[in-house]
């Protein structure tokens, strides 16, 4: 069964400044895809960027970017000049692959991170 | 900014009561997902509908009940619900997972107290 840790259930960082969130995963799967969700407070749930397992680069999305571990199982996300905007839960998620080289429906989620931006 | 929504946004029902939730999505996905998410806590995934048909069901008890009319609606109706079963049940849709356009899109959920 794969699982998702988050092992930071807080963090808080300044406005304009960098922060990192961890997130390892296990997994026997070797096809595999790996997302960053936000939830704001009261508002929905938006995706933030996704990693396919195969791709050794990196994903990055304007400010936001992962350091994709495969072998270690890891995958932080970036945030690059926090804005307040950015306040939200931070989900990691995993969906393994299927037989077809595809993806199957099921996401697993973290517990989450909560990440306040300071003025 | 939201491509699939959802009604109502929330919702207050006695525990002998029927009610439906709905969501509904405008981007040609053919795989619709209904998740429950209590306070603070991750989603939790409920049921799957590909292609209109009923894929995963995650052991959901029988007084959760899906529905899919056709590939833009999701309903969910409820019936002689407990006061746990009070969350948020979010609806989401993807295109084709056999395609590999696998991302989930979210709606804003709907909030259900049950007294």
């Known amino acids: 069964a794969q699982t998702v840790t988050q092992s930071q259930p807080e963090m808080s960082v300044q406005e304009a400044e960098t922060v990192t969130l961890s997130c390892t995963y296990d997994?026997?799967?070797?096809?595999?895809?790996l997302f960053w969700y936000k939830q704001p407070p009261s508002r929905q749930m938006i995706l933030v960027i996704r990693?396919?397992?195969?791709?050794?680069q990196n994903a990055t999305e304007n400010r936001f970017s992962v350091n994709f571990q495969k072998a270690a199982k890891s995958f932080s996300l970036k945030i690059s000049d926090s804005q307040l905007g950015d306040t939200a839960m931070y989900f990691c998620?995993?969906?393994?692959?299927?037989?077809?080289?595809?993806?199957?429906?099921?996401?697993?989620f973290g517990t989450g991170t909560l990440l306040a931006v300071q003025p | 900014d939201t491509e699939v929504t959802q009604t109502p946004k929330h919702l207050v029902m006695g525990m002998t009561n029927k009610k439906s939730l709905k969501c509904e999505q405008h981007?040609?996905?053919?795989?619709m997902y209904w998740y429950k998410q209590k306070a603070k806590k991750p989603p939790e995934l409920m049921f799957v509908?590909?292609?209109?048909?009923?894929?995963i069901n995650e052991s959901v008890p029988s007084r959760f009940s899906p529905e899919c009319p056709n590939s833009s609606l999701l309903n969910l109706h409820l019936h002689a619900l407990q006061p746990e079963d009070s969350a948020l049940y979010l609806c989401?849709?993807?295109?084709?997972?056999?395609?590999?356009?696998?991302?989930?899109?979210f709606g804003p959920g709907t909030r259900l107290t049950v007294t």
């Open positions: 989401a849709s993807s295109q084709d997972v056999q395609r590999n356009s696998y991302e989930q899109y």
């Open positions: 997994t026997s799967e070797n096809n595999y895809y």
């Open positions: 990693q396919e397992a195969y791709k050794q």
């Open positions: 998620a995993f969906m393994a692959g299927n037989y077809r080289g595809g993806a199957t429906n099921k996401l697993i």
């Open positions: 981007m040609g996905h053919r795989a």
């Open positions: 509908y590909s292609y209109e048909k009923l894929s």
